[in-house]
C-alpha cells in the first residue's frame, strides 16, 4: 500500500515564526502537492511538483514556499504564519500513468493552529 | 482550467441510491474527471475515475454524458458508512502548467 506520512498532525505555531510541514511518500512517486482544506472551501491547491526540484504554484500559494530536494519528500514552509493560515493542510503524492489522471494518495493530515 | 461545481450537502437513507452531480463547464479535451471520498479526520481517496460514457467498479458508477459538461457520481444501495465528503476533480496528467482543480466537495448524509 501506498503511504504518505506527515511530520504532525495537530501543530501549534505562533504569528510570524517560521513554519515547515513535511511529507514523505514511500511509493517512488514522481508528483507530490500540498491542499488545504477549510470548511465550505474544500480542498485548495498551494503547489504541486512533478519532479524534484520542479515546484509550481497552484491556486493559493501566497504565503508560502516549497523545496523538493529528494523524490520522497515535500516540504511546505510558511515563511512568516499568520492567522489566516490556520487550517487543515493535506499532502498527496500520485504516479505517472501516461494519459491517464494521476491518482492522488492522501496523508492523514496536520491541523496548524496559528495564534 | 475546468472549474467544478457541486451541492453543498445531501441527505439519504440506508440503502438508496445517492447521486451527486458535478457540473465543469469548461473542461478541455485532455481531462479527466475523477472523484474521491474523505471521512472525517483522514485525507480523501480515490473512488472512481472517468473520461466519457459509463464507468462502474465495486464501489460506485460514474455516468459522463456526451458534452462532458458535467458528470453523475452515483452510489448504490448507501449505507450509514457513506457518510462521507464527495469531492470531483477535473484535469490532465500532473506536468508543468497543468493544474488540478478539486470542488468544494459534496457532504453527503445517509441516516438510518
Known amino acids: 500500500d501506498v503511504k504518505v506520512t506527515q511530520s504532525s498532525r495537530y501543530l501549534v505555531k505562533r504569528t510570524g515564526e517560521k513554519v515547515f510541514l513535511e511529507c514523505v511518500q514511500d511509493?517512488?512517486?514522481?508528483?507530490m502537492f500540498w491542499y488545504r482544506q477549510d470548511p465550505g472551501l474544500g480542498l485548495r491547491l498551494i503547489y504541486f511538483s512533478y519532479d524534484v526540484k520542479m515546484k509550481e504554484k497552484g491556486d493559493i500559494p501566497e504565503g508560502y514556499s516549497v523545496s523538493r530536494e529528494k523524490k520522497e519528500r515535500f516540504s511546505l514552509i510558511l515563511e512568516s504564519a499568520s492567522t489566516n493560515q490556520t487550517s487543515m493542510y493535506l499532502c498527496?503524492?500520485?504516479?505517472?500513468?501516461?494519459?491517464?489522471?494521476?491518482?492522488?494518495?492522501f496523508g492523514p493530515g496536520t491541523r496548524l493552529t496559528v495564534l | 482550467l475546468a472549474k467544478t461545481t457541486q451541492p453543498i450537502s445531501m441527505d439519504s437513507y440506508e440503502g438508496q441510491e445517492v447521486n451527486i452531480t458535478c457540473s465543469h463547464n469548461n473542461i478541455a479535451t485532455n481531462d479527466y474527471i475523477t472523484w474521491y471520498q474523505q471521512f472525517p479526520s483522514q485525507g480523501p481517496r480515490f473512488i472512481i475515475q472517468g473520461y466519457k460514457t459509463k464507468v462502474t467498479n465495486e464501489v460506485a458508477s460514474l455516468f459522463i454524458p456526451a458534452d462532458r459538461k458535467s458528470s453523475t457520481l452515483s452510489l448504490p444501495r448507501v449505507s450509514l458508512s457513506d457518510t462521507a465528503v464527495y469531492y470531483c476533480l477535473v484535469g490532465d496528467i500532473v506536468a508543468a502548467g497543468n493544474k488540478l482543480t478539486f470542488g468544494g466537495g459534496t457532504r453527503v448524509l445517509v441516516k438510518p
Open positions: 498527496a503524492s500520485s504516479n505517472k500513468l501516461g494519459p491517464v489522471t494521476d491518482t492522488q494518495y
Open positions: 511509493m517512488d512517486h514522481e508528483n
